[in-house]
Protein backbone atom coordinates (compact mmCIF):
# COMPACT_ATOMS: atom_id res chain seq x y z
CA UNK A 1 0.00 0.00 0.00
CA UNK A 2 1.07 3.24 -0.51
CA UNK A 3 2.25 5.89 1.44
CA UNK A 4 -0.18 9.07 0.85
CA UNK A 5 -1.91 11.57 2.67
CA UNK A 6 -5.99 11.16 1.69
CA UNK A 7 -8.02 13.85 3.96
CA UNK A 8 -10.50 12.08 5.16
CA UNK A 9 -13.03 15.35 5.06
CA UNK A 10 -12.37 16.29 1.55
CA UNK A 11 -11.39 12.79 0.26
CA UNK A 12 -8.04 15.19 -1.11
CA UNK A 13 -5.19 13.24 -1.90
CA UNK A 14 -2.51 15.73 -0.49
CA UNK A 15 1.07 14.27 -0.97
CA UNK A 16 2.18 10.49 -2.01
CA UNK A 17 5.85 9.33 -0.21
CA UNK A 18 8.09 7.20 -2.14
CA UNK A 19 9.21 4.09 -0.42
CA UNK A 20 12.02 3.85 1.08
CA UNK A 21 15.53 2.03 -0.45
CA UNK A 22 17.85 -0.56 0.48
CA UNK A 23 20.00 2.31 1.17
CA UNK A 24 17.95 4.07 2.89
CA UNK A 25 17.47 1.14 5.80
CA UNK A 26 21.03 0.50 5.32
CA UNK A 27 22.13 3.74 6.45
CA UNK A 28 19.41 3.67 8.75
CA UNK A 29 20.74 0.66 10.98
CA UNK A 30 24.09 1.77 10.48
CA UNK A 31 23.79 5.00 12.04
CA UNK A 32 21.47 3.75 14.94
CA UNK A 33 23.97 1.06 15.75
CA UNK A 34 27.10 2.79 15.15
CA UNK A 35 25.12 5.45 17.88
CA UNK A 36 24.10 2.96 20.53
CA UNK A 37 28.04 2.39 20.71
CA UNK A 38 28.61 5.24 21.28
CA UNK A 39 25.89 6.22 24.09
CA UNK A 40 26.07 2.79 25.60
CA UNK A 41 28.62 3.89 28.31
CA UNK A 42 27.94 7.48 28.49
CA UNK A 43 25.71 9.43 30.56
CA UNK A 44 22.23 10.49 29.63
CA UNK A 45 22.64 14.38 30.52
CA UNK A 46 22.66 15.34 26.96
CA UNK A 47 20.10 13.55 25.77
CA UNK A 48 17.99 15.32 28.56
CA UNK A 49 18.72 18.61 26.96
CA UNK A 50 17.55 17.23 23.62
CA UNK A 51 14.30 15.71 25.11
CA UNK A 52 12.96 18.96 26.59
CA UNK A 53 14.08 20.76 23.21
CA UNK A 54 12.02 18.33 21.66
CA UNK A 55 9.45 18.90 23.80
CA UNK A 56 9.35 22.88 23.40
CA UNK A 57 9.38 22.39 19.48
CA UNK A 58 6.40 20.30 19.84
CA UNK A 59 4.65 22.95 21.67
CA UNK A 60 6.01 25.73 19.86
CA UNK A 61 4.96 23.87 16.35
CA UNK A 62 1.77 22.66 18.16
CA UNK A 63 -0.46 24.09 14.97
CA UNK A 64 1.22 22.92 11.91
CA UNK A 65 1.47 19.61 13.89
CA UNK A 66 -2.05 19.27 14.91
CA UNK A 67 -3.00 20.18 10.39
CA UNK A 68 -0.45 17.76 9.74
CA UNK A 69 -2.65 15.31 11.50
CA UNK A 70 -6.02 16.60 10.60
CA UNK A 71 -4.93 16.19 6.71
CA UNK A 72 -3.84 12.69 7.78
CA UNK A 73 -6.24 11.13 9.63
CA UNK A 74 -9.14 13.48 10.02
CA UNK A 75 -9.23 14.02 13.57
CA UNK A 76 -10.81 17.25 15.37
CA UNK A 77 -8.25 20.34 15.25
CA UNK A 78 -8.60 20.69 19.21
CA UNK A 79 -7.91 16.88 19.95
CA UNK A 80 -4.76 17.20 17.25
CA UNK A 81 -3.21 20.38 19.99
CA UNK A 82 -4.30 17.99 22.65
CA UNK A 83 -2.04 14.58 21.08
CA UNK A 84 0.81 17.13 20.14
CA UNK A 85 0.91 18.63 24.30
CA UNK A 86 0.88 15.07 25.05
CA UNK A 87 3.88 14.53 23.09
CA UNK A 88 5.41 16.81 25.00
CA UNK A 89 4.87 16.28 28.71
CA UNK A 90 6.10 12.47 27.96
CA UNK A 91 9.23 13.95 26.32
CA UNK A 92 9.50 16.15 29.35
CA UNK A 93 8.85 13.42 31.47
CA UNK A 94 11.93 10.92 30.53
CA UNK A 95 14.49 13.98 30.22
CA UNK A 96 13.42 14.80 33.83
CA UNK A 97 13.03 11.66 35.32
CA UNK A 98 15.56 9.72 33.74
CA UNK A 99 18.90 9.23 34.57
CA UNK A 100 17.33 8.68 38.37
CA UNK A 101 15.09 5.71 36.90
CA UNK A 102 18.30 4.66 35.33
CA UNK A 103 20.18 4.46 38.36
CA UNK A 104 21.76 1.15 39.23
CA UNK A 105 19.38 -0.70 42.39
CA UNK A 106 21.05 -2.28 44.89
CA UNK A 107 20.25 -5.89 45.84
CA UNK A 108 21.01 -8.08 49.35
CA UNK A 109 22.50 -10.75 48.56
CA UNK A 110 23.88 -14.17 50.10
CA UNK A 111 27.49 -13.52 48.11
CA UNK A 112 30.58 -12.12 49.05
CA UNK A 113 30.81 -8.78 48.30
CA UNK A 114 28.14 -5.90 46.49
CA UNK A 115 25.56 -6.76 43.68
CA UNK A 116 23.63 -4.32 41.83
CA UNK A 117 21.38 -4.10 39.05
CA UNK A 118 22.80 -2.08 36.02
CA UNK A 119 20.52 -0.25 33.20
CA UNK A 120 21.84 -0.59 30.21
CA UNK A 121 20.68 0.10 26.29
CA UNK A 122 20.81 -2.83 23.96
CA UNK A 123 20.45 -1.45 20.47
CA UNK A 124 18.35 -0.43 17.94
CA UNK A 125 14.76 -0.60 18.66
CA UNK A 126 12.04 -0.88 15.89
CA UNK A 127 8.53 0.76 16.17
CA UNK A 128 5.88 -0.24 14.45
CA UNK A 129 3.20 2.03 14.78
CA UNK A 130 -0.86 2.59 13.62
CA UNK A 131 -2.44 6.07 12.16
CA UNK A 132 -4.80 7.08 14.96
CA UNK A 133 -2.49 8.48 17.53
CA UNK A 134 0.26 9.31 14.61
CA UNK A 135 2.62 11.41 17.59
CA UNK A 136 1.82 10.06 20.64
CA UNK A 137 2.12 6.10 19.56
CA UNK A 138 5.79 6.81 18.80
CA UNK A 139 6.70 9.23 21.15
CA UNK A 140 5.42 6.46 23.71
CA UNK A 141 8.31 4.80 22.20
CA UNK A 142 10.71 7.06 21.39
CA UNK A 143 11.44 8.99 24.69
CA UNK A 144 11.91 6.47 26.72
CA UNK A 145 14.32 4.32 24.30
CA UNK A 146 16.03 7.94 23.61
CA UNK A 147 17.15 8.10 27.41
CA UNK A 148 17.99 5.05 27.38
CA UNK A 149 20.17 5.00 24.85
CA UNK A 150 18.44 3.12 22.02
CA UNK A 151 18.05 4.41 18.63
CA UNK A 152 15.21 4.02 17.11
CA UNK A 153 13.53 3.27 13.42
CA UNK A 154 10.12 4.14 12.68
CA UNK A 155 7.56 1.87 10.24
CA UNK A 156 4.88 4.13 10.16
CA UNK A 157 1.02 3.72 9.23
CA UNK A 158 1.18 3.91 5.50
CA UNK A 159 -1.96 6.49 5.51
CA UNK A 160 -0.62 9.30 8.22
CA UNK A 161 2.99 10.07 6.40
CA UNK A 162 3.00 13.18 7.09
CA UNK A 163 3.22 12.98 10.75
CA UNK A 164 5.67 10.61 10.57
CA UNK A 165 7.22 12.85 8.69
CA UNK A 166 6.97 15.92 10.79
CA UNK A 167 7.98 13.79 13.98
CA UNK A 168 11.37 13.47 12.46
CA UNK A 169 11.85 16.82 11.81
CA UNK A 170 10.86 17.61 15.30
CA UNK A 171 13.46 15.83 16.12
CA UNK A 172 16.22 17.00 13.66
CA UNK A 173 15.56 20.41 14.46
CA UNK A 174 16.32 19.88 18.34
CA UNK A 175 19.69 18.80 17.48
CA UNK A 176 19.33 14.72 18.25
CA UNK A 177 22.21 13.01 16.49
CA UNK A 178 21.55 11.09 12.97
CA UNK A 179 20.33 8.15 13.76
CA UNK A 180 18.48 8.87 17.17
CA UNK A 181 15.47 8.34 14.92
CA UNK A 182 14.80 7.14 11.25
CA UNK A 183 11.30 7.03 9.62
CA UNK A 184 11.40 4.56 6.98
CA UNK A 185 8.34 4.10 4.49
CA UNK A 186 8.38 0.37 3.85
CA UNK A 187 6.51 -2.61 3.53
CA UNK A 188 5.75 -5.61 5.98
CA UNK A 189 8.60 -7.81 4.04
CA UNK A 190 11.24 -4.99 4.60
CA UNK A 191 9.92 -4.97 8.42
CA UNK A 192 10.87 -8.77 8.70
CA UNK A 193 14.36 -7.89 7.33
CA UNK A 194 14.97 -5.44 9.57
CA UNK A 195 13.88 -7.71 12.78
CA UNK A 196 16.22 -10.13 11.81
CA UNK A 197 19.01 -7.81 11.47
CA UNK A 198 21.29 -7.91 14.57
CA UNK A 199 21.68 -4.52 14.82
CA UNK A 200 18.21 -4.42 16.12
CA UNK A 201 17.37 -5.72 19.65
CA UNK A 202 13.97 -5.01 19.96
CA UNK A 203 10.46 -4.25 18.38
CA UNK A 204 7.64 -2.18 20.13
CA UNK A 205 4.44 -2.60 18.03
CA UNK A 206 1.28 -0.83 18.48
CA UNK A 207 -1.44 -2.04 15.54
CA UNK A 208 -4.54 -4.51 14.82
CA UNK A 209 -4.36 -8.87 16.27
CA UNK A 210 -2.95 -9.38 12.31
CA UNK A 211 -0.40 -7.61 12.31
CA UNK A 212 0.77 -8.36 16.21
CA UNK A 213 0.34 -11.90 15.27
CA UNK A 214 2.99 -11.58 11.85
CA UNK A 215 5.31 -9.02 13.48
CA UNK A 216 5.31 -11.44 16.75
CA UNK A 217 6.22 -14.20 14.91
CA UNK A 218 9.12 -12.44 12.66
CA UNK A 219 10.76 -11.08 16.34
CA UNK A 220 9.96 -14.64 18.24
CA UNK A 221 12.10 -16.55 15.24
CA UNK A 222 15.22 -14.25 15.37
CA UNK A 223 15.00 -14.30 19.54
CA UNK A 224 13.93 -10.35 19.77
CA UNK A 225 12.46 -8.88 22.47
CA UNK A 226 9.26 -7.67 21.66
CA UNK A 227 6.10 -5.34 23.29
CA UNK A 228 2.81 -5.39 21.74
CA UNK A 229 -0.27 -3.36 22.02
CA UNK A 230 -3.37 -5.26 19.69
CA UNK A 231 -6.55 -2.90 20.65
CA UNK A 232 -9.14 -4.18 23.04
CA UNK A 233 -13.40 -4.63 24.20
CA UNK A 234 -13.08 -2.41 26.76
CA UNK A 235 -15.81 -2.01 29.37
CA UNK A 236 -17.25 0.66 30.98
CA UNK A 237 -19.39 -0.69 33.82
CA UNK A 238 -22.08 0.96 35.28
CA UNK A 239 -22.81 -0.32 39.07
CA UNK A 240 -26.18 0.05 40.57
CA UNK A 241 -25.36 2.83 42.95
CA UNK A 242 -23.98 5.10 40.20
CA UNK A 243 -24.69 8.88 39.68
CA UNK A 244 -26.40 8.57 36.00
CA UNK A 245 -25.22 12.36 35.82
CA UNK A 246 -21.45 11.82 36.03
CA UNK A 247 -21.78 8.57 33.93
CA UNK A 248 -23.87 10.40 31.49
CA UNK A 249 -21.03 13.07 31.31
CA UNK A 250 -18.21 10.71 30.49
CA UNK A 251 -19.77 7.40 28.63
CA UNK A 252 -20.71 9.61 25.09
CA UNK A 253 -16.78 10.86 25.31
CA UNK A 254 -15.67 7.98 26.64
CA UNK A 255 -16.76 6.13 23.07
CA UNK A 256 -16.58 9.33 20.48
CA UNK A 257 -13.30 10.81 21.45
CA UNK A 258 -11.11 10.61 18.04
CA UNK A 259 -14.60 9.06 16.53
CA UNK A 260 -14.05 6.40 18.61
CA UNK A 261 -10.84 5.29 17.02
CA UNK A 262 -8.99 4.70 20.12
CA UNK A 263 -7.26 1.02 21.66
CA UNK A 264 -8.93 2.20 24.98
CA UNK A 265 -12.19 3.50 23.43
CA UNK A 266 -14.92 2.26 25.90
CA UNK A 267 -17.01 -0.39 23.42
CA UNK A 268 -19.19 -2.22 25.65
CA UNK A 269 -21.37 -0.65 27.82
CA UNK A 270 -22.48 -2.92 30.83
CA UNK A 271 -25.22 -1.49 33.10
CA UNK A 272 -27.29 -2.34 35.69
CA UNK A 273 -31.23 -3.34 35.07
CA UNK A 274 -32.34 -0.26 36.89
CA UNK A 275 -29.90 2.35 35.28
CA UNK A 276 -30.22 0.84 31.86
CA UNK A 277 -33.38 2.50 30.42
CA UNK A 278 -32.20 5.88 31.76
CA UNK A 279 -28.30 4.96 30.71
CA UNK A 280 -29.51 4.40 27.23
CA UNK A 281 -31.74 7.84 27.26
CA UNK A 282 -29.28 9.99 28.15
CA UNK A 283 -26.48 7.84 25.63
CA UNK A 284 -28.74 8.81 23.22
CA UNK A 285 -29.14 12.59 23.43
CA UNK A 286 -25.38 12.95 23.34
CA UNK A 287 -25.06 11.06 20.86
CA UNK A 288 -27.58 12.88 18.47
CA UNK A 289 -26.31 16.28 20.18
CA UNK A 290 -22.55 16.03 18.06
CA UNK A 291 -22.10 17.90 15.16
CA UNK A 292 -19.84 16.18 12.47
CA UNK A 293 -18.02 18.83 9.69
CA UNK A 294 -15.06 19.75 9.29
CA UNK A 295 -12.41 18.52 11.88
CA UNK A 296 -10.38 21.97 10.89
CA UNK A 297 -13.60 24.18 12.63
CA UNK A 298 -13.52 24.50 16.04
CA UNK A 299 -17.80 24.23 16.34
CA UNK A 300 -16.98 20.80 14.47
CA UNK A 301 -17.57 18.34 17.30
CA UNK A 302 -17.70 14.92 15.45
CA UNK A 303 -15.07 13.80 12.85
CA UNK A 304 -15.24 11.57 10.10
CA UNK A 305 -13.15 8.37 10.32
CA UNK A 306 -9.23 8.06 9.28
CA UNK A 307 -10.38 6.13 5.35
CA UNK A 308 -12.99 5.11 2.94
CA UNK A 309 -11.22 1.63 4.15
CA UNK A 310 -12.00 1.82 7.97
CA UNK A 311 -15.13 3.17 7.26
CA UNK A 312 -16.53 0.67 5.08
CA UNK A 313 -15.37 -1.93 7.64
CA UNK A 314 -17.25 -0.61 10.57
CA UNK A 315 -20.08 -0.04 8.08
CA UNK A 316 -19.98 -3.89 7.07
CA UNK A 317 -19.75 -4.78 11.20
CA UNK A 318 -22.87 -2.93 12.23
CA UNK A 319 -24.38 -4.68 9.15
CA UNK A 320 -23.78 -7.94 10.04
CA UNK A 321 -24.45 -7.70 13.78
CA UNK A 322 -27.79 -6.12 13.01
CA UNK A 323 -28.76 -9.39 10.76
CA UNK A 324 -27.58 -11.56 13.85
CA UNK A 325 -30.00 -9.58 15.77
CA UNK A 326 -28.42 -6.81 17.39
CA UNK A 327 -31.14 -3.76 17.46
CA UNK A 328 -30.39 -0.32 16.47
CA UNK A 329 -31.31 1.80 19.21
CA UNK A 330 -30.05 4.87 17.33
CA UNK A 331 -28.03 5.93 14.56
CA UNK A 332 -26.99 3.77 11.61
CA UNK A 333 -27.88 6.81 9.02
CA UNK A 334 -26.20 8.28 6.59
CA UNK A 335 -24.29 11.68 7.02
CA UNK A 336 -25.34 13.86 4.57
CA UNK A 337 -21.36 15.13 4.39
CA UNK A 338 -18.61 14.25 1.77
CA UNK A 339 -16.30 12.77 4.31
CA UNK A 340 -15.63 9.51 5.30
CA UNK A 341 -18.72 9.64 8.67
CA UNK A 342 -20.34 7.20 10.38
CA UNK A 343 -23.07 8.05 12.35
CA UNK A 344 -22.54 7.67 15.93
CA UNK A 345 -24.77 4.50 16.44
CA UNK A 346 -25.93 2.28 19.68
CA UNK A 347 -26.67 -1.14 19.52
CA UNK A 348 -28.53 -3.25 22.46
CA UNK A 349 -29.89 -6.81 22.44
CA UNK A 350 -26.51 -8.28 21.08
CA UNK A 351 -26.41 -12.45 22.10
CA UNK A 352 -23.13 -14.34 22.49
CA UNK A 353 -23.47 -15.65 18.89
CA UNK A 354 -23.29 -12.64 17.26
CA UNK A 355 -20.31 -11.31 15.78
CA UNK A 356 -20.29 -8.08 17.77
CA UNK A 357 -19.97 -9.74 20.71
CA UNK A 358 -16.12 -10.52 20.27
CA UNK A 359 -15.32 -8.27 17.62
CA UNK A 360 -13.35 -4.60 18.28
CA UNK A 361 -15.31 -2.08 16.19
CA UNK A 362 -13.47 0.71 16.10
CA UNK A 363 -15.11 3.63 15.50
CA UNK A 364 -18.40 5.45 16.80
CA UNK A 365 -20.08 2.49 17.95
CA UNK A 366 -21.54 1.76 21.46
CA UNK A 367 -22.53 -1.63 22.81
CA UNK A 368 -24.86 -1.61 25.80
CA UNK A 369 -25.37 -4.95 27.54
CA UNK A 370 -28.08 -5.01 30.48
CA UNK A 371 -27.00 -7.06 33.62
CA UNK A 372 -28.69 -7.41 37.12
CA UNK A 373 -25.95 -8.40 39.95
CA UNK A 374 -22.10 -6.95 40.10
CA UNK A 375 -20.68 -10.30 39.21
CA UNK A 376 -23.27 -10.63 36.22
CA UNK A 377 -20.97 -7.48 35.34
CA UNK A 378 -17.99 -8.87 35.71
CA UNK A 379 -18.21 -12.13 34.50
CA UNK A 380 -19.25 -10.11 31.00
CA UNK A 381 -17.08 -8.11 31.29
CA UNK A 382 -13.90 -10.26 31.27
CA UNK A 383 -15.65 -13.04 28.81
CA UNK A 384 -14.00 -11.11 26.13
CA UNK A 385 -10.17 -12.35 24.66
CA UNK A 386 -8.92 -9.01 24.94
CA UNK A 387 -7.90 -6.60 28.37
CA UNK A 388 -6.38 -3.55 27.84
CA UNK A 389 -8.59 -0.83 29.27
CA UNK A 390 -12.15 -0.23 31.29
CA UNK A 391 -14.09 2.18 33.46
CA UNK A 392 -15.98 1.45 36.29
CA UNK A 393 -18.77 3.70 37.71
CA UNK A 394 -20.02 3.44 41.66
CA UNK A 395 -21.81 5.58 44.05
CA UNK A 396 -18.86 4.30 46.62
CA UNK A 397 -15.45 4.61 45.26
CA UNK A 398 -13.89 1.79 46.98
CA UNK A 399 -16.68 -0.44 45.98
CA UNK A 400 -15.86 0.37 42.46
CA UNK A 401 -12.08 -0.22 43.03
CA UNK A 402 -12.59 -3.42 43.97
CA UNK A 403 -14.91 -4.23 41.20
CA UNK A 404 -12.29 -3.51 38.80
CA UNK A 405 -9.73 -5.31 40.09
CA UNK A 406 -11.77 -8.41 39.32
CA UNK A 407 -11.33 -7.49 35.64
CA UNK A 408 -8.92 -9.20 33.83
CA UNK A 409 -7.52 -5.97 31.87
CA UNK A 410 -4.43 -4.11 32.11
CA UNK A 411 -5.84 -0.61 32.94
CA UNK A 412 -8.47 0.09 34.92
CA UNK A 413 -10.49 3.99 36.14
CA UNK A 414 -12.86 4.40 38.50
CA UNK A 415 -15.60 7.37 38.34
CA UNK A 416 -13.60 9.12 35.88
CA UNK A 417 -12.36 9.29 32.26
CA UNK A 418 -9.24 7.00 31.08
CA UNK A 419 -6.29 8.56 30.89
CA UNK A 420 -2.58 8.73 29.21
CA UNK A 421 -0.32 10.25 30.91
CA UNK A 422 3.74 9.60 31.05
CA UNK A 423 3.67 8.15 34.36
CA UNK A 424 1.25 5.55 34.19
CA UNK A 425 1.88 2.28 32.50
CA UNK A 426 0.19 1.64 29.66
CA UNK A 427 -1.10 -1.66 28.23
CA UNK A 428 -3.05 -5.07 28.41
CA UNK A 429 -3.63 -8.51 29.01
CA UNK A 430 -4.99 -12.04 26.79
CA UNK A 431 -5.07 -10.42 22.85
CA UNK A 432 -4.64 -7.17 23.76
CA UNK A 433 -1.15 -7.91 23.82
CA UNK A 434 1.80 -7.62 26.28
CA UNK A 435 4.60 -6.07 27.76
CA UNK A 436 4.30 -1.81 29.02
CA UNK A 437 4.77 1.57 27.34
CA UNK A 438 5.42 5.10 29.49
CA UNK A 439 6.37 4.80 33.04
CA UNK A 440 9.34 3.23 34.55
CA UNK A 441 7.93 0.06 33.42
CA UNK A 442 7.92 0.99 29.79
CA UNK A 443 11.37 2.27 29.81
CA UNK A 444 12.67 -1.05 31.05
CA UNK A 445 10.96 -2.69 27.92
CA UNK A 446 14.35 -2.97 25.93
CA UNK A 447 16.86 -2.11 28.79
CA UNK A 448 19.89 -4.67 29.26
CA UNK A 449 19.41 -5.29 33.44
CA UNK A 450 22.96 -6.65 34.07
CA UNK A 451 24.16 -7.90 37.63
CA UNK A 452 27.40 -6.81 38.93
CA UNK A 453 28.44 -8.46 41.54
CA UNK A 454 31.51 -7.02 43.30
CA UNK A 455 33.87 -8.24 45.79
CA UNK A 456 37.07 -6.97 47.56
CA UNK A 457 38.94 -10.32 46.94
CA UNK A 458 37.97 -14.40 45.68
CA UNK A 459 35.97 -16.04 48.72
CA UNK A 460 36.88 -19.71 47.49
CA UNK A 461 34.59 -21.45 50.07
CA UNK A 462 30.94 -20.49 48.64
CA UNK A 463 29.60 -20.41 52.04
CA UNK A 464 25.84 -20.01 50.75
CA UNK A 465 25.54 -23.33 49.20
CA UNK A 466 25.06 -22.43 46.03
CA UNK A 467 26.78 -23.22 42.98
CA UNK A 468 29.82 -21.61 41.97
CA UNK A 469 28.99 -22.47 37.65
CA UNK A 470 26.13 -23.20 36.35
Known sequence: MAYQTINPYTNETIKTYDFSTPADIEKALTLGYGLYKKWRD??????????????????????????????????????????VELCAMIADYYADHGADLLKPTPITTRATGEAQIEKHSTGVILAVEPWNFPYYQVMRVFAPNFIVGNPMVLKGPSNTPGSSDAFGR??????????????????????????????????????????????????????????????????????????????????????????????????????????????????????????????????????????KRAKDKLQ????????????????????????????????????????????????????????????EAVDLAN??????????????PDRGARVASKVETGMMFVNNFMTSLPEQPFGGVKKSGYGRELSQLGMMAFVNEELIVKAQKPDLSNPAGGLAVV
Open 42 to 83: GPVDERAKILHKIADLFRQHEDELAKTAVNDMGKLIGEAKGE
Open 170 to 307: IVTEAGAPEGSFTNLFVNYDQVGAIIADPRVQGVALTGSERGGRAVAKAAGENLKKNTMELGGMDAFIVLDDADIDQVADIAWRARLYNAGQVCTSSKRFIVADNLYDQFLTTLKAHFAAVTPGDPMDPKTTFAPMNS
Open 316 to 375: DQIDRAVKAGAKVYYGNEKVDLPGQFIQPTILTDISKDNPAYSEEMFGPVAQVYKVSSEQ
Open 383 to 396: DSDFGLGGIIFSGD
